[in-house]
Nanobody, 120 residues
Framework: VQLQASGGGLVQAGASLRLSCVASGRTFSMAWFRQAPGKEREFVAAINWSGSSTVYADSVKDRFTISRDNAKNTMYLQMNSLKPEDTTVYYC?????????????????WGQGTQVTVSS
């Protein structure tokens, strides 16, 4: 399975962006992570196969919304009220298991990343 992330860009603080991640095949649980230069990749949000269950990092809760459209093999991350500290590269990930997961090692497939830059 290959993952293709897109939707990043340069916006001002308080603005919104929507990231997309298209999978080349069927996946089960999916997630978004992000990684700033020199830092470890961190969990942002995850969603199970049906979309009925989601989990968020505290830093993005109430601002970001993860969703998916299985008919299009696509996952989304709606990011509202963006802050300068959200600036980094965002990666999508997918796993072959149905259970929702928040750890890097639990994911089998990774996209190439999309840059999000939020100016103050």
């Amino acid at each position: 399975v290959q993952l293709q992330a897109s939707g990043g860009g340069l916006v001002q603080a308080g603005a919104s962006l929507r990231l997309s991640c298209v999978a080349s095949g069927r996946t089960f649980s999916m997630a978004w992570f992000r990684q700033a230069p020199g830092k470890e990749r961190e969990f942002v949000a995850a969603i199970n196969w049906s979309g009925s269950s989601t989990v968020y990092a505290d830093s993005v809760k109430d601002r970001f919304t993860i969703s998916r459209d299985n008919a299009k093999n696509t996952m989304y991350l709606q990011m509202n009220s963006l802050k300068p500290e959200d600036t980094t590269v965002y990666y999508c990930a997918a796993r072959r298991q149905r259970g929702i997961a928040t750890r890097l090692y639990e994911y089998d497939y990774w996209g190439q990343g999309t840059q999000v830059t939020v100016s103050s």
